[in-house]
């Protein structure tokens, strides 16, 4: 089952705007994390966040993370076309196996 | 350091045909994962494995084996390839840690497979 749902499912923006990506969840989690994953490749993990912080910074990426409505939401400020690809959240479900449930991705183009 | 990488890059089966993926990291990682990726459906676990010698069910573990025997390898079987297992594979390690200390996970790029 997917646990996070990631919205919108496909973002296109002009380089240099400000893209947001949210992503819900359904159960109680330990940590959030984001991964970027670049067309043909594997993922890479961008941050991660932990159940206890409501925000975090990591260059020009901000997550927030709101467990009260079961939310967080990627921030890339400044974007650039390099940063054109597929964003997922994923989390560690609290009392569940050591494994994360990935959301469906959102989409994002950066046009130049 | 080449971190994770699987072997095959592509492979092309016909219906009722086995094969094996290979996963090896060099990181030292106690646990590791397989995925598959299909269009529109995100990553679904399939097996994992807390250390050498231990595996568990996923999410979608139905006409896949895995075995590892080596901490640093994780094999993925497909004993009878059906069109249904077409899909791109992702394997992926990661560092012990639970709860709060989860750490991130690093993956592979990727198996692209064909069931015909």
């Known amino acids: 089952s997917q646990q996070g749902e990631e919205d919108p499912q496909a973002l296109s923006i002009q380089e240099g705007e400000n893209a947001t990506m949210n992503c819900s969840y359904k159960?109680?989690?330990?940590?959030l994390q984001w991964y970027r994953q670049n067309s043909g490749r594997g993922l890479v993990h961008l941050i991660l966040?932990?159940?206890?912080?409501r925000e975090k910074h990591s260059g020009r990426l901000r997550v927030t993370l709101d467990t009260s409505k079961k939310s967080s939401s990627l921030l890339i400020t400044a974007s650039r076309a390099a940063d054109t690809a597929s964003y997922f959240c994923?989390?560690?479900?609290?009392?569940?196996?050591?494994?994360?449930?990935f959301g469906q991705g959102t989409r994002l183009t950066i046009n130049p | 350091n080449a971190g994770v990488t699987q072997t095959p890059k592509f492979r092309v089966l016909k219906t009722g045909q086995s094969m094996t993926l290979l996963c090896a990291q060099d990181?030292?990682?106690?646990?590791m994962y397989w995925y598959r990726q299909d269009p529109g459906m995100g990553l679904r676990l399939i097996h994992y494995?807390?250390?050498?010698?231990?595996?568990a069910k996923g999410e979608v573990p139905d006409g896949y084996n895995v075995s590892r025997l080596k901490k640093q390898n994780f094999l993925l079987g497909l004993e009878s390839a059906a069109p249904s297992q077409t899909s791109v594979y992702f394997c992926?390690?990661?560092?012990?840690?639970?709860?709060?200390?989860?750490?991130?996970?690093?993956f592979g790029p990727g198996t692209r497979l064909t069931v015909l």
């Open positions: 992926a390690s990661r560092r012990p840690g639970t709860g709060r200390f989860y750490n991130e996970q690093f």
């Open positions: 159960t109680s989690i330990n940590n």
């Open positions: 966040i932990r159940s206890n912080e």
């Open positions: 994923a989390t560690d479900e609290t009392g569940g196996a050591q494994k994360l449930v």
């Open positions: 990181m030292n990682h106690e646990y």
């Open positions: 494995s807390v250390g050498e010698g231990t595996t």
